[in-house]
């Protein structure tokens, strides 16, 4: 594991832009599973800067690693549609380079990331209750794949759907699909990155305490390629 803790948000986005970056020059296909969230905001900025119109990174394929589908409206779910936003419209990526994770495809989405040489690297946030993609504590245990939870799945599900559709009760679904530990395992590199003082319990914890289902980041620590990048207020509490 590999710590890097940088001074601000903005520095901490920079290093994390650099780090894909670094990975996206390859003379091969690269695939990356990238995160939606408030926390690569900055870094998607970056990122659109130095891939836009880069032909040389054509190369670059991208995963969405969970989805959120709203329960009335068509197209896209929360993660695609934030997505979309923060980087793929701006970066102006070619749809050929984009494969969405969604609830029609997700029972093959180990197999298709398999089949197109599996994911390079995926980039992760955490939840201050120590989740990351979809798997919450009580939902997962590390031997899932890529799986649907339901809004049975825990007691407060029903609220967590609501608010990942901003609250909006006519479009709350009453599931998700998320890829599963096992799933973000098989990556060949994972890098996390957190920012701000609401971070920093879980940060310690997840990285510093023992693995257990209960804090599902915690089975991250035994990836042998993992990489977390901090801002200086979600390392507060590390020694
Ligand atoms: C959502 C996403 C996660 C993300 C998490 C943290 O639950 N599904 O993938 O890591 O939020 O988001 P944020 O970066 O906004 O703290």
């Known amino acids: 594991m590999k710590i890097i803790i940088e001074e601000n948000y903005e520095k901490m986005s920079r290093v994390a832009a650099n780090v894909l970056l670094g990975k996206m020059y390859q003379n091969k296909r690269v695939n990356l599973a990238i995160t939606a969230g408030s926390t690569p905001v900055k870094m998607y900025e970056y990122l659109v800067e130095d891939v836009k119109n880069k032909a040389y990174f054509d ?6 690693f969970d989805e959120i589908p709203f329960k009335k409206k068509a197209g896209y779910g929360v993660t695609m549609s934030n997505l979309n936003k923060l980087f793929f419209e701006p ?4 749809s050929d380079h984009i494969h969405p994770l969604d609830e029609k495809n997700y029972k093959t989405q180990d197999a298709r990331i398999a089949q197109d040489g599996g994911l390079d690297l995926i980039l992760l946030g955490i939840g201050a209750d120590g989740h990351y993609c979809g798997n919450l504590p009580g939902t997962t245990t590390f031997e899932n794949l890529t799986s649907v939870v339901d809004e049975n799945a825990t007691e407060n599900m029903k609220d967590i759907l609501l608010s990942e559709v901003g609250g909006d009760e006519s479009e709350r679904p009453d599931f998700y699909v998320t890829m ?3 799933s973000v395992m098989q990556a060949k590199e994972i890098v996390l990155f957190a920012t701000g003082a609401k971070k920093a319990k879980i940060i310690k914890q997840a990285f510093f305490g023992p693995v257990t289902n209960d804090v599902p980041a915690s089975l991250l620590q035994v990836h042998p390629n993992l990489t977390i ?7 507060a509490e590390l020694d």
């Open 91 to 94: 970066a102006e990526i070619d």
């Open 180 to 182: 599963g530990p096992k």
């Open 59 to 64: 190369n670059v394929h991208y995963y969405n």
């Open 229 to 235: 990048i901090l801002d200086k207020e979600a390392a």
